[in-house]
């Protein structure tokens, strides 16, 4: 309910008769002996044209049930109807709606005879339409429970006296009797929501039983609240609450949602440690088994003084991408097709163009070596590029099936994984169930949220049902797993990039410098260190071939060597780029 400042007694020898409020010089001039009568206010004038009065009797029994008698007089001119409105529901927290019932509604005229009152809920209001037939006064009855609300070592009665009237009213009495002196009183009167005090109130004088309230001139839909205090055991009672809904209700932080919350977050930190220590495979492995890989790939040859490329456990580019990030990458794939050139599988012939515009360049598939045997995803890869072709334009691609054949390459990168077991499981389906896990817990978690906002208080606890499907989501990318020996290869494969980062790694004899460092180049195209290895394999070009010309990259015409490090970079980044539009890869960061 709307709260109404109550005013206290500020002399204590006499807190029960001192007259707290006297807005009515008449009530202060009246004789003695009226005292203890509501009819000490009939000596002030009615004002304005009305002639209705209304003198309202509200007597507090011992149950705690008030029960109230009302005269309205209507003079010479009585209406045919007259509403009058009761309140029956007021805020009273942010959670709960203050309610009173009102029961044994009847009406008679001056006479004893009964007069007709309809009734009609307005849910935070009650309006009783009087048919008042022309009857000079109607007196009103009811009952009214909800009244009273423990405060301290007291009660306190609190009503809306008067919630509304459909016409305006001269003058209204009020008057409170609990069978005991009232300790304070207050009011508030006019419109709804008003903090103007009412015309007149008091106790009742010296050893007055009643509270008695005064409002004159109540304009149509004016309020008069009262609220009256009495000594501890004056009667029983307690507010009748009902819950209502609201934001700052549903999502209510209390000990038991909070601990709620904390418990779920708690799970969380849990899983998160339990993952760290699942991938902290690789961290130990990376402690015993890296410098493995941090060494030449070089073996001898046959041939006195040659070398041949053998990558730390025989991995290829497409498997090392892979590997590294637990992703097949268009980079994977860029890096692929060099490695299958530099291999003799295809060679990369970049096409005539003008200075400044747009270049591009034709893939030749070539038998390839008989010793070079092609893994699965490489001899899908040669498919998709050239179908039933032995040629193919890079900027044909995007235009060709080539688009639908790289979901094969893309599968079969994963399928690889597991085959070589380097995963329990095809890292994009692990990654896909964990992520469908974490949608689902998190409409779970907004579903379960809406729930609890409706009928509880403790919609708090369902976010953290939706915070943890978040991040189950989120961290989805972290969830494939690599086996103990996927580890140890993702080991060697970081000592063999620190190998090919380092300065060491230039140092090949002559002769073999162009066939090994052309080796070298994919790897580099995954490492991200293609710019390096570029201008390095093209300085040993000019060194070591008579023609200028790589075995697998040729130019055109006036193409030099020189020129080899732009062309590959600009090779690479338009190849990406074709890839990256088939939408069947991940990105580059």
Not at 3 to 17: K, L, S, T
Not at 580 to 588: D, E, G, H, I
Request: charged residues 20%; negative net charge; aromatic residues 8%.
């Amino acid at each position: 309910m709307r709260r109404v400042g109550i005013v206290r007694p500020v002399c204590a020898a006499a807190a029960a008769a001192v007259v707290l409020c006297t807005a009515a010089p008449a009530a202060a001039a009246a004789p003695a002996g009226s005292a203890a009568s509501p009819e000490t206010h009939s000596s002030v004038p009615l004002a304005g044209d009305s002639t209705i009065s209304n003198a309202i009797l509200l007597e507090l029994g011992a149950d705690g049930v008030l029960h109230g008698q009302e005269t309205l007089s209507f003079g010479d001119g009585a209406p045919d109807e007259f509403t009058r409105t009761f309140t029956v529901r007021e805020p009273y927290d942010t959670a709960h709606d203050r309610v009173f019932e009102i029961t044994g509604i009847t009406a008679r005229d001056a006479d004893g005879g009964e007069v007709d009152v309809a009734t009609r809920d307005h849910d935070t209001t009650l309006d009783l339409t009087i048919d008042t037939g022309g009857a000079e006064a109607v007196v009103l009855e009811y009952q009214v429970r909800g009244v009273l609300d423990p405060i301290g070592d007291g009660v306190e009665l609190e009503w809306a006296a008067v919630g509304g009237y459909s016409a305006p009213v001269a003058e209204t009495t009020v008057a409170v009797d609990a069978g005991v002196p009232p300790v304070a009183l207050s009011c508030t009167a006019g419109e709804p929501r008003s903090s103007i005090y009412c015309t007149s109130s008091d106790m009742g004088g010296h050893q007055g039983l009643l509270a008695r309230f005064l409002q004159n001139d109540m304009d149509t839909g004016d309020r008069l609240d009262i609220v009256v205090g009495y000594p501890p055991g004056t009667a029983p009672g307690e507010p009748i609450l009902d819950r209502t809904w609201s934001l700052t209700s549903a999502f209510a932080i209390t000990p038991v949602t909070s601990g709620v919350f904390g418990l779920v977050l708690l799970v969380l930190v849990g899983g998160l440690v339990a993952l760290i220590r699942l991938r902290g495979r690789d961290e130990r492995a990376l402690k015993t088994q890296a410098a493995a890989g941090d060494s030449a790939p070089l073996l001898p040859d046959g041939a006195p003084g040659a070398l041949r490329f053998r990558p730390p456990d025989g991995v290829h580019p497409g498997q090392i991408g892979t590997l590294i990030d637990e992703q097949a990458d268009v980079v994977d794939i860029t890096a692929t097709v060099v490695d299958l050139a530099v291999r003799g599988h295809l060679t990369i012939r970049e096409l005539p163009h003008a200075r400044f515009s747009a270049v591009d360049w034709r893939l030749d598939k070539c038998p390839g070596p008989v010793d070079d045997e092609l893994l699965p995803y490489e001899r899908l890869l040669l498919d998709a590029l050239f179908h039933n072709w032995h040629q193919v334009k890079v900027s044909e691609l995007g235009r060709s099936d080539f688009p639908a054949r790289l979901t094969e390459v893309r599968d079969e990168l994963y399928r690889d994984m597991v085959r070589l077991r380097w995963f329990a499981n095809r890292p994009n389906l692990e990654r896909n169930r964990w992520v469908g896990a974490g949608i689902a817990l998190t409409v779970a978690g907004v579903a379960l949220t809406v729930v609890l906002a409706v009928f509880t208080q403790a919609a708090f606890t369902g976010l953290a049902v939706v915070i943890a499907g978040a991040a189950v989501t989120v961290g989805a990318q972290y969830m494939p797993a690599k086996t103990r020996q996927g580890s140890v290869v993702f080991a060697h494969t970081l000592g063999f990039r620190a190998y090919l980062l380092s300065p060491e790694a230039e140092h090949v004899p002559q002769g073999n410098r162009v066939h090994l460092f052309s080796r070298y180049l994919p790897y580099a195209i995954i490492f991200d260190n293609v710019d390096r290895w570029a201008g390095i394999l093209s300085s040993a070009g000019r060194d070591e071939l008579e023609d200028e010309e790589l075995p697998w990259y040729v130019g055109p015409e006036e193409w030099r060597l020189e020129d080899f490090t732009d062309s590959i970079k600009s090779f690479t980044l338009t190849l990406t780029g074709v890839i990256s539009n088939t939408r069947q890869f991940r990105t580059l960061a």
